[in-house]
């Protein structure tokens, strides 16, 4: 019986954040909508770190419960930023990125 060597290593980080994603695609409609919306009133690049915060904002405001929001890990950033810009050309480009985990 042969041997199964992997030669690419599983970013757990990414896993998490496709888990993350299926669970909750609001979060992606909304970094969508919100980066679209800073497009069409003239911002050609936006930091998709705003855009976390914003979410996290609106959702402590929607909630009576300051334990019941959902958290949004900073370690989602890079691969939302890179997911969206790859999945809608129009914003392609749109987010500043430096070589992250999320490249690969």
């Given at each position: ?34 980066a679209r919306n800073l497009k069409a009133?003239?911002?050609?690049r936006y930091g998709i770190a705003g ?35 790859k999945n809608n050309p129009d914003l ?13």
């Amino acid at each position: 019986m042969r041997k199964i060597i992997r030669t690419a290593k599983i970013d757990p980080t990414r896993e998490k954040y496709m888990a993350f994603h299926e669970a909750n695609p609001h979060v992606y409609e909304s970094l969508v909508e919100m980066a679209r919306n800073l497009k069409a009133i003239g911002h050609s690049r936006y930091g998709i770190a705003g855009l976390f915060e914003t979410l996290r904002y609106q959702s402590a405001i929607r909630t009576s419960d300051p334990n019941a929001g959902f958290k949004l890990s900073n370690d989602y950033k890079p691969y939302y930023a890179r997911d969206i810009m790859k999945n809608n050309p129009d914003l392609d480009g749109f987010f500043e990125i430096k070589k992250a985990k999320a490249d690969k």
